[in-house]
């Protein structure tokens, strides 16, 4: 019986498998791994941008702004020349973007004994199927600490950008 589970095991993960894509294309190269990319998002090509808003206290500080400026920035970006063609309804893409900013809750003080440092505001890109809602992909990325409000919004629009990225390598053809 353990046998025949592993083959099962060993079945689900093969290349060949329906649901599965290429894999990731850099994605991940930090740890060495190429994840396979789920072939309903490897074969995206329509997208509706959806905003899944952001934790209170972070606008209009640390960051200027309203609670909707990381989905505006996406949008901008999504609609110029990005990886998917955006659409203006949920029911004409292929795939929902829901972008979320989170202010995690956590220790205050340095003391690594209760956990890590103070936890970082934080962007999540969550792909969705549009169809059955299931999660494709998340890409996370921390926005970086600062002093000054101008550096708080440029690290804001950096770690949009690097979520941008990494959405543009997952859904990259493979080279």
């Known amino acids: 019986m353990l046998v025949a589970a592993s083959l099962v095991r060993a079945q689900v993960f093969e290349p060949a498998h329906p649901h599965v ?3 990731t294309r850099g994605v991940n190269r930090a740890q060495g791994a ?3 990319v789920p072939a309903l998002l490897a074969e ?4 509706f941008l959806s905003n899944g808003g952001a934790d209170a206290g972070l606008f209009p500080h640390p960051f200027t702004g309203t609670q ?3 989905y505006a920035y996406l949008f901008s970006k999504l609609s110029g020349a990005g990886p998917l063609t955006l659409v ?3 029911a004409a893409a292929d795939v929902v973007l829901e972008i979320q900013l989170s202010s995690p809750l956590g220790p205050l003080g340095n ?7 103070d936890p970082l505001p934080t962007f999540k890109l969550i792909v ?3 169809p ?3 999660v494709l992909w998340t890409i996370t990325q921390t926005v970086d600490p600062a002093n000054l409000q101008k550096t708080h919004d440029k690290n804001f629009d950096t770690a949009l950008d690097s979520v941008m990225d990494q959405l543009g390598q997952l859904l990259a053809p493979p080279k």
């Open 21 to 23: 894509g290429p894999t």
């Open 34 to 36: 190429n994840s396979p």
């Open 44 to 47: 995206a090509h329509t997208a």
């Open 68 to 70: 909707d400026r990381a």
């Open 88 to 90: 203006a309804t949920p």
């Open 111 to 117: 003391d690594k004994q209760k956990g890590t440092a």
């Open 128 to 130: 969705y199927d549009r």
């Open 132 to 134: 059955t809602h299931y």
